[in-house]
C-alpha cells in the first residue's frame, strides 16, 4: 500500500512538472541552456519549486506548542521576538529545482503544444530489427531475472501435490527446481529509418548570436523527429563560398569569414542523398539556415537545384533565414515565388528575426506532419 501511495505522488510529481513546462514552453524553447545539459535520454529543466504536500516532523526537544514550560500570555508563532527589527519584503521569494524530464516526454510535450501532426513515413518497404522483450518464462537464468510470481506458484504447486501445504501454517520457502526466470523473446519490428541534414550558412555575415538561433531550433526539430522514427542519422554540412560535411560539434562552432554559395550546400546535399539512400527505404529531411545573403547570380542556380534535384527526393526541405538588419536576405524572396508558383507542399520557409520567433518557426516547419 505504501508503495502504491508513493507511486501515485510520483505520478502527481510528474504530471504537475509537465503541466509547469506546457505553461513556459515558448520560454524554455528560446533559451539555449537546457540544451548544454542534455543527457543521453534526459535533459534538465529549470521549474519553480514543487512539492507534494506532507507531514514534516520537526526535531524532537527544541521547543514548540505543548513542549516545556510556558506563561500565559505567551503569544505563539511569531517566529520572532519583540527586540527584532527588520523590514517586510514585497515579493515572494521564488525557488527553483532542476527536473529531469525524458527527452520522450519532451517531444510529447512539444507535439502536444505545437499541435503538430504524427508523421506518416512514405515509402512502402520497411527495415526489420530484432528486438527482444522479457515475456518468455525459463528453468534458468540470473536471480535479477527471477519472475517472482511464477517461481512462488510453482513451489506452491509442488507443496500441494506432495501433501505438505498446510493452510494454518502457509510457509512457502521455493527450491531450485521451482525457480522460473524471465526470457527475452525476440520480435521482428518493423522501423522506418530517416536521415535529417542540416545545413549551415557559416560566412562572415552568419554571427554567434545567428548561429546560437540555429542551434536552439535544430535541437527541438531534433527531437521531435527522434519521437517519430526509430532510426535517425543527423548529418551536418556547412558553407560559405564553398560546402562540406562536418561533424555536429564543428558545426555549431565553425566561423568562416567568405562569401556565400548556397547552391554549393545543395550540390552536396543531393550528392550525398542520391548516392548513399535507397529512397524506398529511406525519409529524407533538410533544413537549411542562412542569412538569405545569397552571392551574385548563385540565387538562380540554388533553386533550379532545389526544385529539380532535392524537393522531388525528400520528405521535406526546410529554409529558415535568421534575420540580420545589414544584408539583403534576398534569398527567401525567391523561394516564396516557388511556394506560390510549384505549389511545393513539402517546402517550409520562416523567417526568424530573433529567438523569440523560433516557436512559431518550429510550428510553420513540423507543422506539415511530413
Known amino acids: 500500500m505504501a508503495n502504491h501511495k508513493i507511486d501515485q505522488d510520483h505520478e502527481r510529481f510528474r504530471e504537475i512538472v509537465k503541466g509547469a513546462i506546457k505553461k513556459d514552453l515558448k520560454k524554455y524553447i528560446t533559451h539555449g541552456e537546457m540544451i548544454g545539459r542534455k543527457g543521453k535520454d534526459l535533459v534538465s529543466i529549470p521549474v519553480p519549486q514543487i512539492d507534494i504536500p506532507t507531514f514534516r516532523y520537526g526535531n524532537r526537544e527544541t ?12 503569544v505563539i508563532g511569531s517566529g520572532q521576538n519583540e527586540d527584532d527589527s527588520g523590514e517586510a519584503g514585497e ?22 503544444e505545437l499541435e503538430l501532426p504524427r508523421i506518416e513515413p512514405k515509402g512502402s518497404q520497411r527495415i526489420e530489427t530484432e528486438k527482444y522483450r522479457y515475456i518468455g518464462i525459463r528453468r534458468s537464468g540470473p536471480e535479477s531475472l527471477k519472475h517472482f510470481k511464477r517461481t512462488y506458484r510453482e513451489a506452491m504447486r509442488r507443496l500441494i501435490s506432495s501433501g505438505d ?102 550540390h552536396l546535399f543531393d550528392r550525398i542523398v542520391t548516392e548513399e539512400y535507397d ?19 548563385d540565387n538562380a542556380e540554388s533553386i533550379r537545384l532545389l526544385t529539380d534535384q532535392i524537393l522531388p527526393k525528400v520528405n521535406l526541405f526546410c529554409y529558415g533565414q535568421v534575420g540580420n538588419q545589414f544584408v539583403s536576405g534576398q534569398f527567401i524572396e525567391n523561394l516564396k515565388i516557388i511556394l506560390a508558383e510549384q505549389k511545393a507542399d513539402n517546402l517550409a520557409l520562416s523567417l526568424i528575426n530573433s529567438k523569440q520567433d523560433i516557436y512559431d518557426s518550429i510550428r510553420t516547419f513540423l507543422g506539415k506532419g511530413k
Open 279 to 297: 529512397l524506398s527505404q529511406w525519409n529524407v529531411y533538410g533544413f537549411h539556415f542562412s542569412d538569405g545573403d545569397n552571392w551574385g547570380d
Open 165 to 266: 501445504y498446510d493452510p494454518e501454517n502457509p510457509v512457502i520457502i521455493p527450491i531450485r527446481e521451482d525457480k522460473r526466470y524471465k526470457a527475452p523473446v525476440p520480435k521482428l519490428v518493423q522501423e522506418c529509418n530517416a536521415v535529417i541534414f542540416y545545413l549551415m550558412d557559416v560566412s562572415g555575415s552568419m554571427s554567434d548570436d545567428m548561429k546560437e538561433i540555429v542551434r536552439i531550433e535544430a535541437f527541438w526539430i531534433d527531437t521531435w523527429l527522434r519521437s517519430q522514427y526509430k532510426g535517425i542519422i543527423s548529418r551536418y554540412i556547412i558553407h560559405d563560398a564553398a560546402a562540406k560535411e562536418v561533424s555536429e560539434d564543428a558545426f555549431y562552432h565553425t566561423r568562416e569569414s567568405g562569401g556565400t554559395k548556397i547552391s554549393t550546400a545543395y
Open 91 to 112: 515579493g515572494l521569494g521564488e525557488h527553483i529545482q532542476e527536473v529531469d524530464i525524458t527527452i520522450e516526454e519532451l517531444a510529447r510535450i512539444l507535439g502536444d
Open 63 to 74: 521547543g514548540g506548542v505543548g513542549q516545556g514550560d510556558g506563561e500565559e500570555g505567551t
